[in-house]
């Protein structure tokens, strides 16, 4: 049986399957059923579901109702989980102080190095900082070439 493409995704991709409107909607949705179809998987720091709750927290165009069953949803879909150990996160530090991004930022970096996938995002900043250390597209791109 053929491995699976495996990409890691970051929270500006992932909070897009949870959102009305937003830029790239279309890319994201098509990514998601990419995953839905088993053509590929999906990995990311498990930080990824306290970043898309809060940006569903955060969304006012959600009600209270709305954002209690997208929080058991983000669950039930989320990525494959990356676990940072010592080391990983001592190189994301790095990382992050070097290339000036949030550690979480450095966190998806680091765990697309460490399984040797490519990372997908749709933050221009995060894509700069990636690109220097492993294959990187922009959502956009990325969903062109999906499997």
């Known amino acids: 049986m053929p491995r699976l493409a495996r990409f890691v995704i970051d929270a500006s991709v992932f909070v897009k399957w949870f959102s009305v409107g937003e830029e790239f909607l279309?890319?994201?949705?098509?990514?998601r059923q990419s995953l839905a179809d088993g053509r590929l998987q999906l990995v990311a720091p498990d930080l990824i579901v306290f970043e898309?709750?809060?940006a569903i927290r955060k969304s006012p165009s959600i009600t209270d109702e709305d954002a209690r069953l997208l929080a058991r949803e983000v669950l039930e879909v989320r990525p494959e989980p990356f676990e940072l150990n010592a080391d990983t996160a001592e190189q994301a530090m790095t990382l992050a102080r070097r290339e000036g991004?949030?550690?979480?930022?450095a966190s998806y970096i680091m765990a697309a190095k460490t399984l040797g996938c490519t990372l997908i995002t749709a933050d221009e900043k995060q894509l700069e900082a990636a690109r220097k250390h492993v294959p990187s597209k922009h959502l956009k791109d990325a969903y062109l070439t999906l499997p």
Do not use: I, K, M, P
Request: charged content about 15%; proline content about 0%.
């Open 26 to 31: 279309a890319e994201a949705l098509a990514l």
């Open 101 to 105: 991004v949030s550690f979480y930022d």
């Open 52 to 54: 898309t709750c809060n």
